[in-house]
């Protein structure tokens, strides 16, 4: 049985920094499309980064230039380093992932499995 828990959200002022993990387990040894999306209250989920099995990276606009989306050399750990945070990035953020076919999708929250969210307040 596959899953995903994430950690490390919490609560910064503008311009602090968090770092979110998410374990992954249950995949064995394939190949894994992996990425983050967040949602605010009242909010259409938002794709934030994407990272395939062989470490390419997309970003949506809004966070390029302050977030990174990287794996442990296991790649069984996803982080987002997200820094110079602002209130407009406080949302529950997810950790999605699914079995690579090829090419991964753009989309994070198109993948097959999510984890349980944790949720990240950034305060003016």
């Known amino acids: 049985q596959v899953q995903l828990v994430e950690s490390g959200g919490g609560s910064v002022q503008a311009g602090g920094s968090l770092r979110l993990s998410c374990v992954a387990s249950?995949?064995?040894?394939?190949?894994?499309?992996m990425g983050w999306f967040r949602q605010a209250p009242g909010a259409q989920r938002e794709n934030v980064a994407t990272?395939?099995?062989?470490?390419?990276?997309r970003y949506t606009d809004s966070v390029k230039g302050r977030f990174t989306i990287s794996q442990d050399n296991a790649k069984d750990t996803l982080f987002l380093q997200m820094n110079s945070l602002k209130p407009e990035d406080t949302a529950m953020y997810y950790c999605?992932?699914?079995?690579?076919?090829?090419?991964?999708?753009?989309?994070?929250?198109?993948?097959?499995?999510r984890g349980q969210g944790t949720q990240v307040t950034v305060s003016s």
């Open positions: 999605t992932a699914e079995v690579s076919g090829g090419l991964c999708g753009e989309i994070a929250y198109e993948y097959l499995d």
């Open positions: 249950g995949y064995g040894y394939s190949p894994l499309c």
């Open positions: 990272i395939d099995h062989a470490g390419r990276t």
